[in-house]
């Protein structure tokens, strides 16, 4: 498996447009989470689905940010309109429970947003 | 009660040496805190994880130290190696817990550690 892909790797926009973020999971794996990462704030759990079904959101800055999985192998996180201070690596991470083994959560290479 | 809390923020060591990193945490629920391992334009990827029903877990150079009745555990690299530089963050979560009110199978994560292995 290649691993959690996530798209694109860069993304330089204005303040005020419209940012997609794309995230493949590992096939198979039943949960998808979303974090922010910051100097100051660290990595930051913004939403988790499990089997494609947002279960805690609590975590989104505000209504500007949403997050979709229309499917097992897809998800997209969307910021409108964004602005300067969302600049950060938004990094997707997907997880299979395996129970006594833990639940080893799988990174992707993160997406690296500068909003201008 | 969701909160890790990880010290020092940065560490400097001498190859060789012994690097310590210790976290606390408050919700009793969790029951799995595995370290992860960032290096700069890399996601962060698992090094290793313990279970509550052992005190340590060793891999190689690395060790997990867990104290239940504190509440803490920590990383300890031995033989610190100049490769080894990277972010560390430990977490907790809850895999096979019941959930109560405030608690989530997700990871939460500790605020990193900066580790600088000199060569």
């Known amino acids: 498996d290649a691993g959690v892909i996530q798209s694109p790797r860069h993304e330089v926009t204005e303040m005020g447009q419209e940012v997609t973020l794309r995230c493949k999971p590992i096939?198979?794996?039943?949960?998808l989470f979303w974090y922010r990462q910051t100097m100051m704030r660290g990595l930051e759990l913004l939403i988790y689905f499990n089997n494609n079904v947002p279960i805690d959101d609590s975590g989104m800055p505000e209504d500007r940010f949403s997050a979709k999985m229309p499917n097992a192998s897809f998800s997209t996180l969307k910021i409108q309109p964004s602005e300067p201070r969302d600049s950060a690596v938004y990094f997707c991470a997907s997880s299979l429970l395996l129970g006594i083994q833990g639940a080893e959560a799988f990174f992707g290479q993160g997406t690296r947003l500068t909003v201008v | 009660q969701q909160q890790v809390k990880q010290s020092p923020q940065s560490l400097i060591v001498q190859k060789g040496g012994i690097s310590i990193i210790n976290c606390a945490y408050e919700n009793t629920a969790f029951d799995y805190f595995p370290w992860y391992q960032q290096f700069p334009g890399k996601g962060p990827a698992l090094l290793i994880a313990?279970?509550?029903?052992?005190s340590e877990k060793k891999e190689g150079r690395f060790t997990i130290s867990f104290n239940k009745s504190a509440k803490q555990f920590s990383l300890h690299i031995m033989d610190s190696q100049p490769g080894d530089s990277a972010t560390y963050f430990c977490a907790a979560s809850i895999v096979d817990g019941v959930l109560s009110s405030g608690s989530a199978r997700q990871l939460t994560f500790g605020s990193g550690t900066q580790l600088t292995v000199l060569p």
């Open positions: 096939s198979g794996h039943d949960y």
């Open positions: 313990i279970r509550p029903d052992v």
